[in-house]
């Protein structure tokens, strides 16, 4: 039987029920807004930080809500859901349906930061700084939560670490690597780990996986990878080497380094798996080319706002 893992995780940390339940995507998300709870405190104890400690907890909250949290999900519904969402403008309130847009996230997460310093007079481009060196390791956890869903988003290879993913099974023109021996269209349609459970219980239906599903890259680790742990590092890298940077640097290099090491996974993913226009164009090189702009645009406001103050006279 081929070496390649046959993906089995399960999307939910709870589940009691289809109305209760808790996936890794949610609890992901919490430990990341406690992160950022910790990281501002711990930056406001040592002065370093735009906001003083007792609006923390508040800014935390708030911009988790209507930066992460509704900015993704708008960006979901404008990218994913638009001609749904024109007929009935309800359908952004169905959070339970869930689906949620990494971009729209970030997008929320700028606006909420630019209207909280403008509502508080304080430096938003400071503000930034201090969140984008944490932002790659809510990035590092949300790319791993997401792999427990079990898409086949990667190209097909035979790298020692390339795994099997029962849910292609479910995707409309699915091409099986050979031709099966078993009837597996009442299985099309149940959830991979409910797929991988049942392999594991029967090694027949084990090896009839291992035979039909192709082995693909894991490409939403090697994002882990690269938009979380090397990301982080380069940002902790320049904020040591270069302490003196001015505000709006590090922001800078935080979206253009995401943008070009967003680029580096694309020759692994697999773009004919019948995904909409609007999902390649999320997870292509238009939205890493953006990325791009906008670190370029931080780093210009940074130069510019350096050039703009004046230099003291000498004694």
């Not at 988790?64 to 007929?87: A, E, I, N, P, T």
Request: net charge neutral; proline share 8%.
């Amino acid at each position: 039987m081929p070496s390649h893992l046959l993906h089995g995780l399960n999307p939910y940390l709870l589940h009691f029920s289809e109305s209760l339940s808790l996936r890794w995507t949610g609890a992901a998300s919490l430990v990341g807004f406690l992160l950022a709870f910790v990281w501002l405190r711990q930056r406001t104890g040592r002065g370093d930080s735009p906001l003083p400690p007792q609006e923390v907890t508040g800014f935390v909250v708030y911009a988790s809500l209507f930066g992460v949290m509704l900015g993704g999900r708008l960006g979901y519904v404008l990218l994913h859901q638009w001609d749904d969402f024109s007929r009935d403008g309800s359908i952004f309130f169905q959070f339970r349906q869930g689906g949620a847009s990494m971009p729209g996230a970030l997008l929320g997460v700028l606006a909420f930061t630019a209207y909280s310093a403008h509502q508080h007079r304080r430096s938003w481009l400071h503000l930034m700084d201090t969140l984008a060196v944490l932002a790659p390791l809510g990035f590092l956890l949300w790319h791993l939560a997401a792999f427990t869903a079990g898409e086949p988003l990667g190209h097909v290879s035979t790298a020692p670490w390339a795994m099997r993913f029962p849910a292609e099974l479910s995707i409309d023109g699915f091409q099986p690597a050979d031709v099966p021996a078993l009837d597996l269209s009442p299985l099309a349609q149940a959830p991979g780990h409910e797929l991988a459970r049942l392999a594991n219980e029967s090694p027949a239906l084990l090896e009839e996986l291992h035979r039909v599903l192709p082995a693909r890259h894991p490409v939403l680790l090697y994002q882990a990878v690269l938009e979380g742990l090397v990301l982080a590092g380069l940002l902790f890298a320049l904020r040591k080497r270069w302490p003196g940077l001015p505000r709006g640097m590090m922001s800078g290099c935080f979206f253009l380094l995401y943008g070009v090491l967003a680029c580096a996974t694309l020759p692994f993913r697999e773009p004919a798996l019948n995904l909409p226009v609007s999902y390649q164009f999320e997870t292509g090189v238009p939205m890493a080319a953006l990325m791009m702009m906008v670190g370029a645009a931080f780093m210009t406001a940074a130069l510019t706002q350096r050039r703009a103050v004046p230099s003291l006279p000498s004694p």
